[in-house]
């Protein structure tokens, strides 16, 4: 049998990982400035996580959600207390469009309404709801285009608030910096308005923070620069450092109700162990400050660089938006400088390191990069 072939693969087998650094099967070390699309928080292969989770699948690896687990309390109470929203409880799932899916479905069971607002060019991953708040119709299938869904410019607040007074709004997702979109970013202006006009009109108000949260931006989450407080908070990626996870953060006004919502792998004990690692490195080492530190300096001396049209982000995640596509450049980046990076569309090169990327490191990769675009 061979895959099913949707992905185009760069012709690199990656074998070996240590903090911010990966190794082909030919032994070539590479500079990871990708972090395997954000979900490296912690550093490859951090030897707490590896201890933790080699020690508990030598204890018990998995059982269902029809007993008690208390490795599951233990995330929910350590990740109120480093978010912030000690009186939100959590939901937890095993990927970032599982996430959104139960955040856009716990909506509906609210306020029984079925319309949602989206932006244009938001990415909120591939299954049925999430999917169809993904403004890319490329990869909503006609089955998943359910006509639920209003896609409006991003910061255009009257354009929101006009729809929103319809009174017939369901829910409103957002992602405060946009991924895959191209590193754009929610105004503060946009997202205090949105999120009164939400409570005027008895509509849940989602943060995407799977790409864009987990500490990334220097903050815990993204939207607490904009000082807004979402109904519901969707975290995946970084949360388990590779291990498949996803938490949905419930604020209090939503009451659960038994079987509503349920999963068969979702808060498993190997999950909530590689959590609960990431949570213990991200305290020691001070990782979201790291972030905003390293990211600052970064988006600085980046912003110095000639030939970049554009420079822009938060904490360790930055976009550099160029006049022309960068396919070819970001493939030399790779194959001659040896350094991971990410891509939007075909302008936009985006950089999402571990949270853990030094400064040293970070020197090193502006060196590498000037050569490239020099
Ligand atoms: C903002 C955002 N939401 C949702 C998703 C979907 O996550 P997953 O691929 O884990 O389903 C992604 C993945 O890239 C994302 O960037």
């Given at each position: 049998m061979k895959l099913f072939d949707v992905y185009p693969l760069f012709d690199i087998n990656i074998v070996k990982g240590k903090g911010c650094h990966v190794w082909d099967d030919e032994g070539t070390e590479y500079l990871d400035l990708y972090g395997g699309h954000a979900v490296i928080s912690i550093g490859h292969c951090h030897p707490h996580y590896v201890e933790m989770m080699t020690k508990q699948l030598n204890t018990l690896g998995f059982y269902s959600n029809?007993?008690?687990?208390?490795l599951q309390q233990q995330v929910a109470t350590r990740l109120g207390k480093i978010s912030g929203y000690e009186d939100y409880t959590l939901f937890l799932i095993n990927s970032g469009a599982e996430a959104n899916e139960n955040a856009l479905k716990l909506a509906s069971f609210h306020n029984g309404r079925t319309r949602v607002l989206s932006a244009q060019k938001a990415f909120h991953g591939r299954t049925s709801l999430a999917v169809e708040v993904t403004n890319n119709p490329k990869i909503i299938a006609p089955i998943n285009d359910g006509g639920h869904v209003t896609y409006l410019p991003l910061n255009d607040l009257p354009a929101w608030e006009e729809e929103l007074a319809k009174g017939d709004v369901c829910a409103v997702i957002l992602e405060c910096i946009q991924g895959v979109g191209g590193i754009k970013m929610v105004t503060k202006e946009f997202a205090q308005g949105l999120s009164r006009a939400c409570k005027k009109y008895g509509t849940v108000l989602i943060c995407d923070e799977i790409q864009c949260g987990y500490g990334r931006s220097g903050k815990f989450f993204a939207h607490q620069w904009l000082d807004i407080e979402p109904d519901l908070i969707t975290v995946a990626k970084g949360i388990g450092n590779g291990f498949p996870m996803a938490g949905l953060l419930i604020s209090p006004m939503f009451t659960p109700v038994y079987g509503q919502l349920g999963t068969t792998f979702g808060g498993n004990h190997l999950a909530c162990t590689a959590a609960l690692a990431v949570m213990d490195v991200m305290e020691q080492e001070n990782l979201v400050e790291n972030a905003h530190k390293v990211g600052t300096f970064l988006l600085e001396e980046l912003k110095k660089l000639k030939g970049i049209k554009e420079v822009r982000g938060r904490g360790l995640m930055i976009g550099m938006e160029f006049e022309e596509p960068i396919k070819e450049l970001r493939l030399k980046l790779l194959k001659e400088h040896h350094v991971f990076t990410g891509v939007s569309g075909t302008n936009v090169i985006r950089l999402l390191p571990p949270l853990c990327l030094s400064m040293e490191e970070a020197k090193e990769f502006l060196v590498r990069f000037q050569r490239v675009i020099s």
């Open positions: 029809s007993v008690i687990n208390k």
